[in-house]
């Protein structure tokens, strides 16, 4: 559904995207995850034709985004970072505007702006003027002026920047339904978000595309490199020391101590494998009590650190 190639963008000297390239199936959510300055919408407005590409090359449903940009236009809908909205236009008003410019006709622009208000859980605000609605509503009706077009891919720039927690779970909830039929592509700088959205991730940093995966594969990629937590009886020093010295171990932070002589710490492996029966059976032999060992959990928010920080390296 949505390929690009290659794509870079310079705004003058400044890069904003670099040498990215990527593919969007029918019916994913995709997502754009990297920290603000990271290129994300630069990418998002070089595929919806706001912005022409330096080089490279970006295709949606076949078309590309300068040749056909009126057929690329009329199969995306498009939340930018800021709405558009006209703060004084009752929200039917503002759809009817939003139709007529995207050259609907009159009885399309009827169909579709009940369907869109129901479907964005408008329609018991659409006599409402915009500069009257919280937050989340104005960001409902800029969902609804993306959707009017009944789009088939939709592109949502930061869609939960700025709202209150419940605002955003409920704009999250819409969003997973509005997937589905329709190709998503939703950029955040927050890391949960891409976990509970997308199917799959691209993660960008300084215009340049770190890597693309699933949240589950990217959480297990990292949890290669494995940390342990082990509960150990024994004098803490001792322990800590013992397992500094094993050639298996690059590092180990005390976690918590339960009393004088139970400690908890954090063992990191200096191989990507699996540490757990040599670190417990070393510990046994060693003569400590072992009470209790676990593979600790790695977030998303770890492996983005990790991905960026190697990224940063090269
Ligand atoms: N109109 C512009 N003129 C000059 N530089 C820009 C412009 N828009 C974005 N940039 C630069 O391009 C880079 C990527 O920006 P942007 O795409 O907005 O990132 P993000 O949306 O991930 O925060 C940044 O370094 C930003 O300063
Ligand atoms: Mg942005």
């Known amino acids: 559904m949505i390929e690009v190639q290659n794509l870079t963008k310079y705004y003058g000297k400044q890069i904003g995207i670099l040498d990215v390239s990527f593919k969007a199936d029918k019916g994913e959510i995709l997502g754009f995850l990297g920290p603000n300055g990271a290129g994300k919408t630069t990418a998002m407005r070089i595929l919806t034709c ?22 690329v236009r009329s199969r995306i809908g498009y939340l930018p970072e800021n709405v558009p909205l006209y703060l004084d236009l009752t929200v039917s008003d503002y759809l009817e ?32 003027t915009i500069g009257k609605l919280s937050k989340g509503y104005r960001q409902r009706v800029g969902l609804s002026q993306a959707l009017i077009n009944d789009p088939e891919v939709l592109i949502l720039d930061e869609p939960t920047v700025g709202l209150d927690p419940q605002q955003i779970i409920e704009i ?104 757990r029966e040599s670190l417990s059976s070393a510990v046994v032999e060693r003569g400590f009590g072992l009470v209790g060992l676990y593979t600790t959990d790695v977030s998303l928010e770890d492996i983005f650190v990790h991905l960026v920080t190697k990224e940063d390296v090269d």
């Open 172 to 275: 999250r909830a819409l969003i997973r339904n509005l997937a589905g039929r329709r190709t998503v592509i939703l950029s955040t700088h927050i890391l949960p978000e891409v976990s509970l959205l997308c199917q799959r991730v691209i993660i960008i940093n300084k215009g340049k595309l770190v890597t693309v995966d699933t949240p589950e594969n990217l959480k297990s990629r990292l949890q290669r490199s494995v940390m342990v937590d082990v509960t150990v009886r024994g004098g803490l020093e001792e322990i800590q020391s013992f397992l500094e010295s094993r050639p298996d171990v690059r590092a180990v932070t005390h976690i918590e101590s339960t009393d004088e002589s139970t400690h908890s710490l954090r063992v990191e492996s200096t191989e990507n494998r699996d540490i």
């Open 50 to 71: 706001y912005l022409p590409p330096t080089s490279g090359a970006a295709r949606v449903a076949g078309f590309d985004v300068l040749a056909d940009s009126r057929e």
């Open 97 to 128: 505007f939003v139709g007529k410019l995207k050259g609907m006709s009159k009885k399309r622009r009827r169909e579709r702006i009940d369907d869109v208000m129901e479907e964005c859980g408008v329609s018991h605000v659409r006599d409402r």
